[in-house]
Nanobody
Framework: QVQLVESGGGLVQAGGSLRLSCAAS????????MGWFRQAPGKEREFVAVISWSGSSTYYVDSVKGRFTISRDNAKNTVYLQMNSLKPEDTAVYYCAATENYYSDYMDDFGSWGQGTQVTVSS
């Protein structure tokens, strides 16, 4: 498994931006596809974005398309989530996760998870 630590969350006004980072350690980072998920209060955890091990393929949930960008730097063992034009409904704890699949938007395919970072968007 790979160990994951998220950072970069915080409080931002609607329309603002944040960049989340997820640092990985342990097994070879570049062999994993990486995903971001989020969980809002009282709601189930949901898929946000995923990037393949090489970075050549990405996929997003419809609600963030055009606003969020997932990227990775395999030399730094880090995956990023750039979040622009944030909305109050983006408020959630954001988790990064790793899967040995090519990529997936299915939570149960991800075997390693970070502890989460809080993102709060005020209106």
């Amino acid at each position: 498994q790979v160990q994951l630590v998220e950072s970069g969350g915080g409080l931002v006004q609607a329309g603002g931006s944040l960049r989340l980072s997820c640092a990985a350690s342990g097994r070879t980072f570049s062999s994993y596809a990486m995903g971001w998920f989020r969980q809002a209060p009282g709601k189930e955890r949901e898929f946000v974005a995923v990037i393949s091990w090489s970075g050549s393929s990405t996929y997003y949930v419809d609600s963030v398309k055009g606003r969020f960008t997932i990227s990775r730097d395999n030399a730094k063992n880090t995956v990023y989530l750039q979040m622009n034009s944030l909305k109050p409904e983006d408020t959630a704890v954001y988790y990064c996760a790793a899967t040995e699949n090519y990529y997936s938007d299915y939570m149960d395919d991800f075997g390693s998870w970070g502890q989460g970072t809080q993102v709060t968007v005020s209106s």
